[in-house]
């Protein structure tokens, strides 16, 4: 009793704490107001007259300082960058004929690595932790056997997810292929000549006069550059719209060799994508759903074990696959703290941001073995989406931001419904939220993503209006199950 007792008391003296710095201007000035209010209420008026007549303005002064202003305010709303919307956006779901449940897959490993019982039992292993669930899904061309991963399965596969993606966006913001201004498409693995951009330009007839942009090579958190690209497209084009298609074609990037680091994506990647559409229209304000407050991205390319910890590469048959280093969380866990030095003063309250300061400091002054303050996150954001890269990626995070399982449920039930996405995965965590009911007027997400190269990339967004549980989506079929218990090992 007398542990829980202390536990709740300091519980109090840290919220109170919290109230006190972050609303210290509040609380400085209204003993000031009170005391001004106070005088002037045991004043005559006689006598407010007499202190008004006192001040001599003349209308030179007047005049000047009216001109002033104005023109401060001018200069003020000008500069300022215009304000980019989350009007709406779609999840792709791929059909029931491209689900994959775990004895489907290793009936196929098992028949196309017959001569290599090793890295069957391996692939079995990864899939039995990896957190994923019975319902992802694969494209076409990887449920032959052998897979048949041709350019013109590719393109088949691209045109599904996309056009599927787009027609949906299409119908839930009323928007018409000629009302797009700027398209950007991000695609890490699958490059083709036309592009994928030229592909719907193609598809759709869009205008000749369209910005548009393909984005390869970027890895997992290519989506948030595609933001990033978008809002600065959007701050020099006034009155403007863009499209952000957002997906990775499985097809081409089966692995078909021996090499353990190589099978590794072979088990966590699945078929999807998403279609988002932004504005920087004022009339937009009112039907969107987000607003964009902070986007960062950090880049730790100079160093050779980021550079070279996911890398596509040949193994020595021949066969091209990704390889995924064994550093990757280290790496990750760095390229994590460096985003967040740079996100943090941006969100953290003041409060957090004081104690972080301290602790800096008596670390540096005092005792540098001082165990360091890790921010309290949960003070600045009401939702995560943390990039559903693996069940290894969401508990590491988990346990670095110290964030409860409520706050990465988003996460951890998009991983078992479709597998890793790559860059689309923070948009069914999104709409996991609002399928669930959670996302409320002036909640604000934190979208977090890492990518190859390697990046770390996370955006803020506040919700504009209390957004209604969606009837259809994604997740429509199936959220009514969720959220279920994973269990550490799913025995096959």
């Known amino acids: 009793m007398s542990d829980f007792s202390s536990s709740v008391k300091l519980k109090y003296v840290k919220l109170g704490y919290q109230y006190l710095i972050n609303n210290f201007l509040t609380v400085l000035l209204i003993p000031i107001i009170a005391v001004i209010v106070i005088e002037l209420l045991r004043m005559g008026p006689e006598e407010i007259l007499s ?85 992802t899904c694969l494209p076409p061309a990887i449920h032959y056997i052998p897979p048949t991963p041709t350019m013109e399965s590719a393109r088949n596969e691209a045109q599904m997810v996309i056009f599927t993606a787009m027609e949906d966006l299409f119908k839930n913001t009323g928007l018409k292929p000629k009302d797009i201004d700027i398209l950007i498409v991000n695609c890490s693995l699958f490059s083709p000549t036309p592009s994928l951009s030229a592909m719907i330009i193609n598809k759709y007839k869009l205008r000749s006069n369209i910005k548009s942009y393909n984005l390869s090579g970027m890895g997992c958190s290519a989506s948030l550059i595609s933001v990033d690209v978008a809002r600065d497209l959007l701050q020099v084009h006034p009155n403007s719209n863009a499209v952000i298609i957002s997906t990775e074609i499985i097809t081409p990037n089966y692995y078909k060799g021996n090499e353990r680091a190589m099978l590794l994506p072979n088990c966590l990647f699945r078929m999807g994508g998403a279609a988002i559409l932004l504005s920087n229209r004022r009339s937009d304000r009112w039907r969107a759903k987000y607003k964009l407050c902070h986007l960062v991205r950090t880049h730790r390319g100079a160093d050779d074990k980021s550079y070279y910890c996911v890398m596509e590469q040949e193994d020595k048959n021949g066969n091209v696959g990704i390889n995924l280093s064994k550093d990757l969380m280290t790496i990750a866990g760095e390229a994590l703290k460096s985003n967040i030095t740079t996100i943090g003063p941006l969100v953290l309250p003041a409060s957090e941001q004081l104690l972080f300061l301290s602790s800096l400091i008596g670390r540096k002054i005092f005792n540098p073995k001082w165990k360091p303050y890790i921010p309290d996150f949960k003070q600045a954001f009401e939702h995560f989406c943390i990039h559903a890269g693996g069940r290894a990626v969401i508990d590491e995070l988990q346990k670095n931001l110290q964030l409860s399982g409520v706050h990465v449920e988003a996460s951890r039930m998009t991983l078992h419904r479709f597998g890793n996405t790559s860059s689309s995965s923070l948009w069914y965590e999104l709409s996991y939220i609002e399928a669930q009911g959670r996302m409320k007027k002036s909640d604000r997400v934190w979208q977090i993503a890492f990518g190859s190269g390697f990046k770390c990339n996370s955006a803020v967004w506040k919700c504009n209006r209390t957004i209604k549980t969606p009837t259809d989506g994604a997740w429509s079929d199936c959220i009514e199950r969720y959220p279920v218990f994973i269990p550490e090992v799913v025995k096959l």
């Open 51 to 135: 202190i008004l007549n006192s001040l001599h303005f003349e209308f030179l002064h007047i005049l000047c300082s009216s001109f002033l202003i104005i023109f401060v305010s001018t200069v003020y709303f000008m500069s300022k960058p215009r304000t980019v919307y989350l009007v709406d956006y779609s999840c792709y779901k791929p059909p029931v004929t491209c689900r994959v449940p775990f004895s489907s897959f290793m009936e196929h490993s098992r028949l196309i690595l017959k001569d290599n019982p090793k890295s069957v039992e391996f692939q079995m292993r990864i899939l039995e932790r990896s957190g994923l669930g019975e319902e």
